[in-house]
């Protein structure tokens, strides 16, 4: 499947579709069962080529697993997700498990500090879209490598400032003024993912600006945000490229500063 948008663009790095699938591609790259790694380092190798699957017990993490669309699995978050996200939880870490646990998380003692307290994180967890995806498998592919009989959930685009403002007056073109991006507080996952498949079901989607995570920058260059755009929204930017400002003077002018 070719992007009019990528190609108008000239993304350094290919869309990555996501899709929902009962059947696991071969060859493609997974976490084994209980190991952690970062959903977002699957991402990023997705649009550099290659396609990663996951299922219900090779997620990552756990913050993964919620990203992916398997379920709540912040209730089995070692002393609180609340508090791993806000400020800590300094008794948990001094029970027998949760010393065997901090020495290789000390942000459980300390907290992320992305949420100023426990409560306003609660919060936070209990306002996600969490869901439980109606299939076996959560596939990152290539744009490119879907075949016509796939349908994706959602289309992702790494874009630097100038690609992410051509994105945006994209997502605006035919919007009569709706509010047609958004850039929500989110784990790198649910940008990717949680939030734009819940956009793609309500009547009026949403494109999702993400990849703000401060944990999950390390995975993405530096210059680089994700646009993850449901499906349905994916195929009406795509039939605006041809006659829109993606082939007037203004773009193509900034576009030429991109390849120097």
Not at 91 to 117: H, I, Q, W
Not at 183 to 204: K, M, N, Q, V
């Amino acid at each position: 499947m070719q992007s009019k948008i990528a190609a108008a663009l000239k993304l350094r790095y290919s869309p990555v579709a996501i899709l929902l699938t009962d059947e696991k591609p071969e060859g493609a790259l997974q976490f084994k069962e209980g190991r952690w790694g970062c959903v977002v380092a699957m991402f990023t190798a997705a649009a550099r080529g290659r396609t990663a699957v996951f299922d219900r017990k090779t997620f990552g993490c756990l913050g993964g697993g919620v990203g992916l669309g398997f379920g709540n699995q912040y209730k089995n978050f070692p002393g609180g997700i609340e508090y791993f996200l806000s400020t800590g939880n300094k008794d948990f870490c001094r029970s027998e498990v949760g010393k065997n646990l901090v020495r290789n998380m000390p942000a459980l003692e300390e907290g992320e500090r992305y949420l100023k307290t426990p409560e306003m994180a609660r919060k936070f967890v209990d306002s996600l879209p969490i869901t439980e995806v109606p299939a076996t498998y959560v596939v990152f592919k290539p744009l490119p490598e879907v075949s016509p009989d796939e349908t994706p959930a959602v289309v992702v685009f790494l874009a630097n400032p100038d690609q992410l403002s051509a994105l945006t007056v994209l997502a605006n073109y035919e919007g009569g003024g709706r509010l047609n991006v958004i850039a929500p507080f989110g784990a790198g996952c649910h940008t990717l993912f949680l939030i734009p498949y819940a956009e793609g079901r309500s009547e009026e989607p949403r494109a999702v600006i993400g990849l703000t995570d401060i944990s999950a920058r390390k995975h993405v260059d530096k210059d680089l945000l994700s646009f993850a755009v449901p499906y349905k929204m994916f195929l009406q930017m795509e039939n605006n490229v041809e006659g829109s400002f993606l082939e007037r003077e203004s773009w193509l002018q900034v576009l030429k500063r991109n390849q120097s």
